[in-house]
Nanobody, 122 residues
Framework: QVQVVESGGGLVQAGGSLTLSCAASGSIVSINAMGWYRQAPGKQRDLVATITHDGSTNYANSVKGRFTITRDAARNTVDLQMNNLKPVDTAVYYC????????????????WGQGTQVTVSS
C-alpha cells in the first residue's frame, strides 16, 4: 500500500504565498513523476505542475513564473512553492504520484492524495 499525504494549504490574501508539501510512503521502489493538480468547485481537475525523477518540470501556463515545484526523490516528497497568489488559484490541490513501482509487485501504479484546500481572498 502507498499513502500520499498533502499539507500546507490554507487561507491567504491575494499576492501572498503558500507552500504545499506532499509525502508518499509505503513499499515504494521508485516514482517516475510527482505533481500537483487542482480542482475548483464545479470544474475539472487540472494539472498545475509536475516533476520527473530526473528533475524535468512542466507547469500550467497560468502558474508559470509564480509557482515552483521541487522534489526530493530519495524521500519521495514534492513541494509546490506558490507566490503572488490570485483568487483564481482557489481550489483543492491534489498530489499525484505517477508510475509507482512497488516492492515485490509488478507493474506501475498511480496514486492520489486526498487534497488540501487553498483559498485566496481578494
Amino acid at each position: 500500500q502507498v499513502q500520499v499525504v498533502e499539507s500546507g494549504g490554507g487561507l491567504v490574501q491575494a499576492g501572498g504565498s503558500l507552500t504545499l508539501s506532499c509525502a508518499a510512503s509505503g513499499s515504494i521502489v521508485s516514482i517516475n513523476a510527482m505533481g500537483w493538480y487542482r480542482q475548483a468547485p464545479g470544474k475539472q481537475r487540472d494539472l498545475v505542475a509536475t516533476i520527473t525523477h530526473d528533475g524535468s518540470t512542466n507547469y500550467a501556463n497560468s502558474v508559470k513564473g509564480r509557482f515552483t515545484i521541487t522534489r526530493d526523490a530519495a524521500r519521495n516528497t514534492v513541494d509546490l512553492q506558490m507566490n503572488n497568489l490570485k483568487p483564481v488559484d482557489t481550489a483543492v490541490y491534489y498530489c499525484n504520484c505517477y508510475a509507482v513501482r512497488l516492492s515485490g509487485v509488478g507493474g506501475r501504479y498511480n496514486y492520489w492524495g486526498q487534497g488540501t484546500q487553498v483559498t485566496v481572498s481578494s
